[in-house]
């Protein structure tokens, strides 16, 4: 076992008063490949941007090859040997290879720029990765893993020691991984130490030495990866318990009115089957990125659909744009509020009226003043926005009042299925449950509710039935009442094994 | 709620109306200063010279607000005015009536108007990018559709009694003491603004302007929208096509050359801002009154028409710059608060 070259102990962070990490501890040793896990929001990501530089800590000390220091930054510690490969990978796809390994530090001859020395210093890089790339490729043109080599090379050539691996797969083929496998087998016998972050549980005997695991911004233990089964890693995963109360009302279950049938949407949105029901609330749980998102989205017509059928009260409809979908009664409440589900620049009222207009405006067109103030009152008051007055820009709204808005503006009007895109991302516990009892009070009214959720807890105390997705498929579906956060989490991790397959696959350059 | 606001509550309470205001006083306050420096500024006749030369820049300036509150922007408006003229006076001065030349006249300029709309909102080109195409095609049409050079005088086609009223209708003759061209731009803009503020089409222009994207979810057609948009540019364009078509008496190639950036001035004078979904039609009412009140003022004084452009522009960015520098201050006053 090598030298220990990274030393993270005590660290604690808090954003705005939320606790982000408490008291977490992390060692690296040299050769070593750390895979660190946990779910979306353990504090992994938080972590590792500690180390390297970009978040300063609130408490603890980091020590790096046994030196210690106090507040880093990305250059400190660049300098340190840090290096973090990024999840979204952050190069100038106009520039090419070499240009973007030395931006920044370019090398320089007596007037201009020494292309032939970078070039050759690049070159010597990415022959020690054993990668075939030249380095005047423009990066652009190149598949995402091969970015990622670039990315690695580049944490070389300024002599990284500790390499931070953030979701490296996720874009990855089969192929494509098994090269990456081999690479870092390489950095492992220069004596580079590796953190590892990936959900793909299914990799880690590839390639892990030690795991380190944390839940909730919490270290929950670190043990060598041998000495660990899958069952026990996912158990320290979610082992949380569930101390918050939901509102769950029970309703007689009615009859199917929605059906999706082998939708196929891009890579995230493969054949998906699934109805639902009247008086029932449906979870859909599984980790970022899973498609659940890209579901609702091919659902309600913003993305164009490859294949499948939605069928809705024994009719099949033709969704081509969210306004089809409306008009049908299908809503959607998206998942990013300041993106998709606010006009932030207007106000209240008009992002309320926004969707409703054909009520407020009838045949003529002509909006009325007297409609739309009574409908905008109805939404405010059902669902307790607070605010001064509905003429405020819907920026100026916290978060959770912001949610209701998006919420709101669409249960004034009959809709037969709502679909909820993490309603509750972001807002406080007391806006929490009244979204949550407003899901409720759409079961009771027997509309649909489809409701996307990567909060485990809530999935589980909310919806009746949950559908559990991984990797742009289904790969569960069980009774909330029945099932726990574990069993979730092992249909929520069912990648298909990408590893150990002969044949390369051809999917996965669609991405990148 | 409290449903018995007071008036004087209830407009408080409307966005953008500051700006709208602002430009007015502003307006009224260029006027009386440089009626003060001059007082033929304030006889009748001027008064009401100044109101049939900002009819232009009103109409102008309510087509280039459409497009700037959907968040883009029109830069063919110059050259669809150019069209007009030519294609109005051409026709009229190879007989074919006054209706019939208008008719074809605002065809051709709707005609425009979808296909910019269509490239920016179908086919999503940068409207910059896509309405410099169509302002170089358009002028290239008002050239060619009198064989490269500027028309006869329109009474030589269709009589002097009829180009005559035409004249009359559109820039010479006067109804209540007050010239036509203004009360056909008051007109037009009180049908716009009402579209604008009153009717689903209109909110859906603010939509897309503050966010595309959500707008979209909530059910905008936004190819339609922005059709709309820059079809209503189109057809303020040919209104003035015609005015000036009326004032000549003939069609002149460069007719409307850089009024595109009049219209942008006179918006962003009044408070719409260039980046989409805010601002009131009454501001460019405003701004164009001002715009109009600079060139007037600053011609009656004497001053050199190099000066007139720089003080014109030092206005625009004036009035840009204070809108972004009250708005950023509130950004950081915001952010201290939170950080507090």
């Known amino acids: 076992m090598g030298n220990v070259i990274v030393e993270m102990e005590h660290i604690s962070k808090a954003f705005s008063g939320v606790q982000a990490l408490n008291d977490v501890k992390l060692e690296l040793r040299e050769g070593e490949v750390m895979a660190l896990l946990g779910e979306n929001g353990a504090g992994k990501s938080t972590l590792v941007k500690i180390l390297s530089g970009v978040y300063t800590r609130d408490a603890g000390t980091v020590r790096i090859f046994g030196k210690e220091y106090g507040d880093l930054n990305p250059t400190t510690a660049r300098e340190a040997g840090v290096a973090i490969i990024h999840q979204e990978l952050n190069m100038c796809r106009h520039l090419t290879v070499c240009e973007n390994m030395f931006l920044g530090r370019e090398i320089k001859g007596k007037f201009a720029l020494n292309n032939a020395k970078m070039e050759e210093e690049a070159r010597h890089y990415l022959d020690e990765l054993g990668v075939d790339i030249s380095p005047r490729r423009i990066v652009g043109d190149l598949p995402v893993s091969k970015q990622q080599m670039i990315e690695i090379a580049k944490a070389l050539s300024v002599h990284a020691k500790v390499l931070i691996m953030d979701e490296p797969t996720s874009a990855l083929t089969s192929k494509e991984i098994e090269e990456l496998f081999r690479i870092i087998g390489r950095l492992k016998e220069q004596g580079c130490g590796i953190i590892y972050i990936s959900h793909r549980l299914e990799e880690l005997e590839h390639i892990a030495d030690r795991v380190t695991i944390m839940r909730d911004g919490r270290f929950i233990t670190t043990a060598a990866y041998k000495d660990l089964t899958m069952d026990k890693i996912i158990e320290h995963m979610v082992g949380r318990e569930i101390k918050e109360r939901f509102p769950r009302i029970e309703c007689e279950k009615g009859e199917k009115i929605f059906e999706v049938k082998n939708l196929n949407a891009g890579r995230l949105v493969r054949d998906i089957n699934f109805s639902l029901y009247k008086g029932e609330i449906v979870g859909f749980a599984g980790l970022m990125g899973a498609g659940r998102t ?21 009719k099949k409809l033709s969704i081509s744009s969210p306004l089809d979908a409306i008009r049908a009664g299908i809503v959607l409440a998206p998942e990013d509020r300041k993106k998709d589900g606010l006009c932030t620049k207007l106000s209240i009222r008009q992002n309320i009226a926004l969707p409703n207009l054909d009520v407020i405006g009838g045949k003529s067109g002509v909006l009325s003043r007297a409609k739309e103030d009574a409908l905008c009152d109805q939404a405010v008051s059902e669902l307790s926005i607070k605010t001064p007055s509905v003429e405020k820009d819907a920026n100026t709204l916290s978060g959770g009042n912001q949610q209701k808005v998006v919420v709101g503006k669409w249960l004034v009007r009959d809709s037969k299925v709502v679909i909820f895109d993490e309603p509750t991302r972001g807002i406080d516990v007391g806006a929490k449950v009244e979204i949550y009892n407003l899901m409720n009070q759409l079961k009771k009214k027997g509309i649909a509710v489809m409701f996307v959720s990567s ?33 979730i989490m092992r249909y929520a991790t069912m990648f298909e094994n990408k590893l150990g397959k002969v044949e390369g696959r051809t999917e996965g350059k669609e991405r990148g | ?9 209830k407009l408080g309470e409307v966005k953008g109306l500051g700006s709208s205001l602002t430009a007015f006083v502003g307006l009224i306050v260029i006027y009386l200063v440089f009626g003060m420096i001059d007082h033929k500024v304030f006889s009748a006749q001027n008064n009401l010279n100044l109101m049939r030369s900002m009819s232009k820049y009103v109409l102008i300036g309510i087509g280039q607000s459409y497009v700037m509150i959907t968040g883009n922007i029109d830069l063919s408006i110059g050259s669809v005015v150019g069209m007009a003229a030519m294609i109005s006076c051409t026709l009229m001065s190879h007989g074919v009536p006054i209706a019939a030349a208008v008719l074809v006249t605002v065809a051709a300029s709707i005609a425009v108007g979808i296909v910019n709309g269509f490239l920016v909102g179908k086919f999503k080109l940068p409207p910059f990018i896509a309405t410099l195409g169509t302002m170089f095609v358009t002028r290239g049409i008002a050239f060619i559709v009198n064989g490269n050079r500027n028309t006869d005088n329109i009474a030589s086609g269709i009589g002097k009694e009829s180009a005559d009223a ?54 905008v057609n936004v190819v339609m929208t922005t059709v709309k948009a820059y079809t209503v540019s189109a057809i303020c364009s040919t ?4 005015i000036l078509g009326a004032q000549a008496g003939m069609g002149n190639m460069d007719a409307g050359n850089m ?33 109009q009140i600079l060139e007037n003022g600053l011609n009656m004084i004497g001053a050199q028409i190099g000066l007139q452009r720089i003080v014109i522009g030092v206005i625009v960015v004036m009035a840009v710059l204070l809108d972004v520098v009250i708005r950023n201050g509130s950004h950081i006053s915001r952010r201290a608060k939170k950080e507090a």
Not at chain 1, 455 to 463: F, N, Q, R, S, T
Not at chain 2, 272 to 281: E, H, Q, V, Y
């Open chain 1, 294 to 314: 890209e579901t609702t989205r091919a659902i309600f017509g913003v993305d164009p659909k490859t294949g499948g059928e939605i069928w809705l009260e024994g």
């Open chain 2, 239 to 242: 209104i003035v096509g015609l």
């Open chain 2, 166 to 219: 035409f004249q009359k209708f559109f820039y010479y003759g006067k109804t209540l003491g007050i010239y036509n061209t203004f009360w056909i731009a008051l007109i037009t803009f009180l049908i716009f603004f009402f579209l604008l503020s009153k009717t689903r089409s209109g909110r859906h222009i603010y939509a897309i302007g503050s966010n595309v994207d959500a707008a979209r979810l909530s059910g």
């Open chain 2, 259 to 291: 009024y595109e950036m009049y219209g942008v001035a006179a918006g962003v004078i009044g408070g719409i801002s260039p980046l989409g979904g805010a601002g009131l039609l009454l501001g460019t009412f405003g701004g164009a009154g001002v715009w």
């Open chain 1, 455 to 487: 909060e485990l807890p809530e999935v589980l105390g909310i919806a009746d039935r949950i559908i559990v997705m991984c990797d742009g498929r289904i790969t569960g579906e069980l009774d909330a009442r029945q099932t726990t956060q574990q069993e």
């Open chain 2, 1 to 9: 709620m409290d449903k018995k606001k007071s008036v004087f509550g």
